[in-house]
Nanobody, 124 residues
Framework: QVQLVESGGGLVQAGGSLRLSCAAS????????MGWFRQAPGKEREFVGA????????YYADSVKGRFTISRDSAKNTGLLQMNSLKPEDTAVYYC?????????????????WGQGTQVTVSS
């Protein structure tokens, strides 16, 4: 069973940056993909981006493209979400998720394991 633990959330002013981490444990991650999702108050959870754990380019939602960067540190079994040029509309609880099939999917149901979420608040 894969366990995911996010960290790095917090309060930041508009235009600022934050980096979220997602520590994975429980098994070998090499064939997985990791996705990032977020849920703003009163809204449905939405896709942010995803990356293959084996490497290669990440895939992003249009709303974050050019501002957010997804990467992974294989040695530490940790996924990273670097968020720059943050906007108030980026305020949400951010979740990482793991797909054992290794798809670059935007569909939540294709991810089997989820972290507990970390709050990101962007003030104007």
């Amino acid at each position: 069973q894969v366990q995911l633990v996010e960290s790095g959330g917090g309060l930041v002013q508009a235009g600022g940056s934050l980096r979220l981490s997602c520590a994975a444990s429980g098994r070998t991650f090499s064939t997985y993909s990791m996705g990032w999702f977020r849920q703003a108050p009163g809204k449905e959870r939405e896709f942010v981006g995803a990356i293959l754990w084996s490497g290669g380019s990440a895939y992003y939602a249009d709303s974050v493209k050019g501002r957010f960067t997804i990467s992974r540190d294989s040695a530490k079994n940790t996924g990273l979400l670097q968020m720059n040029s943050l906007k108030p509309e980026d305020t949400a609880v951010y979740y990482c998720a793991a797909d054992r099939v290794g798809r670059l999917s935007s569909r939540q149901y294709e991810y089997q394991n989820w972290g507990q979420g970390t709050q990101v608040t962007v003030s104007s």
